[in-house]
């Protein structure tokens, strides 16, 4: 899934997106966010408390979550607050189905810094085949959309500076008067 510019309304769901648990995606999740719980590794010691396999971190579904709307966001969206709830683990061979809605919408105050900017509060679910992985809500400020310019005329583009490929091909030099 790869985001853009959104104009959300409320109500409005998000593209699914359905994310492979590997056993690389669970271990390497668990040792990129310091967990070392055996259970998130050791097939025979998750076992042996009494699980069919080694499952996924909340700390690797925290950022799965923040990924799936960040995606859908664009990448100027800034993750705000990510508040989930784990139910059923994700083992490897699921498939964990992210699903959200957008359920409210929050423009700036005219007179706000950084005035350019919307907050979205998207409910988010993660099924696999057991039931719900994960459910919860995410908070994220958007930059502005480009139907929704206002008084500045200026295109996202324009307020970055150019086109993406403006700014490849611009020297550093060019890059920094761009920007002043």
Do not use: C
């Amino acid at each position: 899934m790869e985001g853009g510019d959104v104009n959300p309304r409320e109500g409005e769901p998000l593209p699914p997106l359905e994310i492979p648990v590997t056993r690389t995606l669970i271990v390497s999740g668990a040792l990129a966010s310091r967990d070392f719980q055996d259970v998130h590794h050791d097939a025979e010691a998750a076992r042996e408390k009494g699980s069919p396999d080694i499952f996924m971190n909340i700390l690797t579904t925290n950022g799965l979550v923040g990924r799936y709307v960040t995606g859908w966001a664009g990448p100027h969206a800034v993750l705000r607050k990510v508040a989930i709830r784990l139910g059923v683990p994700a083992y490897p061979g699921d498939t964990l189905a992210l699903s959200g809605r957008v359920t409210a919408v929050t423009p700036p105050a005219p007179d706000a810094p950084g005035a350019e900017s919307v907050t979205v509060e998207v409910a988010v679910r993660g099924a696999g085949r057991l039931g719900n992985h994960v459910t919860g809500t995410v908070t994220v400020t958007l930059g502005m959309a480009a139907d929704q310019e206002g008084a500045s005329g200026a295109s996202p583009a324009d307020r970055r500076g150019g086109s993406p490929a403006d700014r490849k091909s611009a020297s550093p030099a060019d890059r920094k008067g761009a920007s002043s």
